[in-house]
């Protein structure tokens, strides 16, 4: 049994920042691919930014230059440093992590339960 646990949504004023994290938990062997993904009302999901087991990174356009992403492969974290936030930020942003079971050798994806970011004045 595998969890993912967010943490650091809010509400946040435009040009501010936040910080998320998300802690996996669970019988796992190795971790191939972290990620973040957000959804927003009337939306469909989207990639936000990925990182690798070795460290490299893929963004949106929409948040190359104001988002970092962040990982501690030791600690089985993930981390979304989220700078410069606009409105169209706002979103239910969702942790995903594609990873392999222990005794198993093919690797499977699993999703977080979301957490909210709404930016507003």
């Known amino acids: 049994q595998v969890q993912l646990v967010e943490s650091g949504g809010g509400l946040v004023q435009p040009g501010g920042s936040l910080r998320l994290s998300c802690a996996a938990s669970g019988s796992i062997r190795r971790i191939n691919y972290m990620a973040w993904y957000r959804q927003a009302p009337g939306k469909e999901r989207e990639l936000v930014a990925g990182?690798?087991?070795?460290?490299?990174?893929n963004y949106a356009d929409s948040v190359k230059g104001r988002f970092a992403i962040s990982s501690d492969n030791a600690k089985k974290m993930v981390y979304l440093q989220m700078n410069s936030l606009k409105p169209e930020d706002t979103a239910v942003y969702y942790c995903?992590?594609?990873?392999?079971?222990?005794?198993?050798?093919?690797?499977?994806?699993?999703w977080g339960q979301g957490t909210q970011v709404t930016v507003s004045s």
């Open positions: 990182i690798t087991s070795g460290g490299i990174t």
């Open positions: 995903n992590v594609d990873l392999i079971i222990s005794g198993s050798s093919y690797s499977t994806d699993h």
